[in-house]
């Protein structure tokens, strides 16, 4: 049961880089979601895709981009990565009224 | 816009014992769906719980309990009989009908005593 699978698990950036975040899920679920975890702040989404082609800001969606490659894959691009970046980005699934099946979490850090 | 207040950063109980974690939420849309979510030191997020708004009864699963009160705006979780492995940070979140996204508070780490 691979659910959603997201890579890397680990990344370490100098401030300036860029980098991609991939994320596939194989439930054939609709929606699909980029969320950021900070200490203290809880989950904030990034950037969400209600169903396949289109994509849409979250609370936090500066400095970021995203694309639906198909029904199973998501991304999350870091242009120009900046310390305030440093954060676990955790890629999310759901049939449009159900609850989110997450992924393990990438912890990206931005020196 | 919604929103979703945890008031608890930290909550400590004994092992064997109950305790409820609280959540108020603030939204304008007629029908919304409410969630709760668990996250152990290991990371993952694991889902608990749902109560949708429109739902006569109050949520259960297992040990868990959503204390849903509509005209209070809270749905409060319930843990019943607390083990050592309920030790984790537990997120409130809520869906409203103005889209699919979910909105998460900033959590409750609870810690259960021996």
């Known amino acids: 049961n691979a659910g959603v699978t997201q890579t890397p698990k680990f990344q370490v950036l100098k401030t300036g880089q860029s980098m991609t975040l991939q994320c596939a899920q194989d439930?054939?679920?609709?929606?699909m979601y980029w969320y950021r975890q900070d200490p203290g702040m809880g989950l904030r989404l990034i950037y969400y895709s209600a169903s396949e082609g289109t994509t849409d800001k979250g609370e936090v969606p500066n400095g970021y981009n995203v694309s639906r490659l198909n029904k199973r894959e998501f991304s999350l691009r870091l242009e120009s990565a900046a310390p305030s970046q440093t954060s676990v980005y955790f890629c999310a699934s759901s049939q449009s009224w159900g609850e989110l099946f997450f992924g393990e979490g990438s912890r990206l850090t931005v020196l | 816009a919604q929103k979703i207040t945890q008031t608890q950063p930290g909550m400590f109980v004994q092992e064997k014992e109950a305790v409820t974690l609280d959540c108020t939420y603030d939204t304008s849309d007629p029908s919304y769906g409410l969630f709760w979510y668990k996250q152990p030191s290991s990371g993952e997020m694991i889902f608990l719980i749902y109560?949708?708004?429109?739902?006569?009864q109050n949520a259960t699963e297992g040990r868990y309990s959503l204390n849903f009160q509509k005209a209070r705006k809270s749905a409060n979780l319930v843990i019943s009989a607390s083990q050592l492995g309920d030790s984790a940070m537990y997120f409130c979140a809520m869906r409203g009908t103005s889209g699919s996204r979910l909105t998460f508070g900033e959590g409750t780490q609870l810690t259960v005593n021996p």
């Open positions: 109560q949708g708004s429109y739902d006569q």
């Open positions: 439930m054939n679920h609709n929606s």
